[in-house]
């Protein structure tokens, strides 16, 4: 597989699985004919020594990827506090945060842009980069599954969507560092990266968490 960036092979291990299974894991509140949570749906990316790695099926809400528009760095930005603290405590009972794997993240920066992605971090939850979009949804010429809906709950919230009902998420990887805005990387509505990004304080963008379980076999 081919990066549409860069032009490097990417590897693609027999343990990746493209999106093809889906688990339900955690409760969210998705649907605004109600105030109930309910279960999620995951996407499996990877299955890797007995540990799943998984991305929401929908995207699950919506807001800015750092309130104060002071970075584009992911260890600094406000969505990455919200995620690690309340929306891992609304989605997850203790029991099911146990499961959830604290994570090194490694945050590259945007090589078409030349703007640096910051230092690892240690996460819970976390979004992905434009490597790993690369990584999981590109194949054979065309970005596959990466288009993503939004649930009712995000759009109530104000999550911006194309007539189909697709719209744009955020990822961890800066955006552009030009005419002095603040950008960070997402996924457009038709399922391509946006290397430019959108401005970090748009709160129309849509949030797709990605998560580390260890294996649910056993539940």
């Keep these: ?131 790993e979009v690369n990584r999981y949804f590109y194949l054979n010429g065309y970005y596959r599954d990466s288009c993503c809906r939004a649930s009712g709950y995000a759009v109530s919230r104000g999550a911006s969507r194309t007539g189909s009902g697709n719209c744009k998420w955020w990822l961890r990887t800066p955006g552009s560092d030009g005419n002095e805005m603040i950008n960070a990387a997402i996924v457009l509505e038709d399922g391509r990266i946006s290397y430019y990004g959108a401005n970090s304080q748009f709160g129309f963008v849509g949030i797709r968490p990605v998560l580390v379980l260890s294996d649910l076999q056993d539940t």
């Design 1 to 131: 597989m081919i990066c549409p960036n860069c032009g490097a092979i990417i590897e693609e291990p027999d343990h990746l699985i493209m999106g093809k299974d889906v688990i339900t894991f955690g409760s969210y509140r998705q649907d605004t004919k109600t105030r109930e949570k309910t279960p999620v749906r995951w996407r499996v990316l990877e299955k890797s020594d007995g540990k799943l790695k998984v991305i929401s099926s929908e995207v699950l809400d919506c807001g800015m990827f750092d309130e104060g528009g002071h970075t584009r760095e992911w260890e600094w930005c406000s969505l990455r506090k919200w995620l690690n603290e309340e929306f891992l405590n609304e989605a997850f009972s203790p029991e099911e945060r146990e499961r959830i794997l604290e994570n090194r993240v490694k945050n590259p920066g945007n090589e078409r842009y030349g703007t640096p992605g910051g230092r690892d971090t240690l996460d819970k939850i976390f979004l992905l980069s434009i490597e």
